[in-house]
């Protein structure tokens, strides 16, 4: 399983031809306490860079965009319960969707953990 980065925080793991899509924990500590989590349907099509899910907090909303075309598979039914899990495992349980990768191709421009590291140092 390969881990990348993008440089809106989403971070994308890549195990054979599936994605699982979240925010990064920089992200989820910048939004504060996360109470909703608006995610796609299975069988949605979204496209690298578009709206995919929207994240609210008790400060703000912010798009979750898609870091790689493909097609929603299954969606994080844990999020609706407990949309908490986006703070305390931003990274693990608390991810936002799966997909079904379009052009494994698109993995080429993301960062990996040391470029992203140092991307949120220069922020």
């Known amino acids: 399983m390969t881990t990348y980065f993008t440089e809106d925080h ?5 195990a054979g031809g599936t994605a699982t899509v979240g ?30 899910a929207v994240v609210e907090s ?3 909303a912010s798009d979750v965009f898609a870091p790689v075309t493909g097609t929603v ?10 949309p908490a899990l986006v ?12 997909l079904a990768l379009a052009d494994p191709a698109e993995l080429e421009g993301l960062m990996d953990a ?6 949120c140092e220069g922020l």
Not at 10 to 14: F, L, M, Q, Y
Not at 73 to 82: G, I, R, T
Not at 114 to 119: G, L, M, Q, R, S
Request: glycine content about 6%; hydrophobic content about 45%.
């Open 10 to 14: 989403e971070w994308i793991s890549v």
């Open 23 to 52: 925010i990064t924990d920089y992200a989820q500590a910048q939004l504060g306490d996360i109470v909703f989590v608006d995610l796609p349907a299975p069988g949605t099509n979204v496209a690298k860079g578009a709206d995919a």
């Open 58 to 60: 008790v400060k703000a």
């Open 73 to 82: 598979s299954e969606a994080n039914s844990a999020l609706e319960e407990d």
């Open 87 to 98: 703070n305390s495992a931003p990274e693990s349980d608390g991810w936002f969707f799966k």
């Open 114 to 119: 040391a470029a992203y590291k140092a991307f």
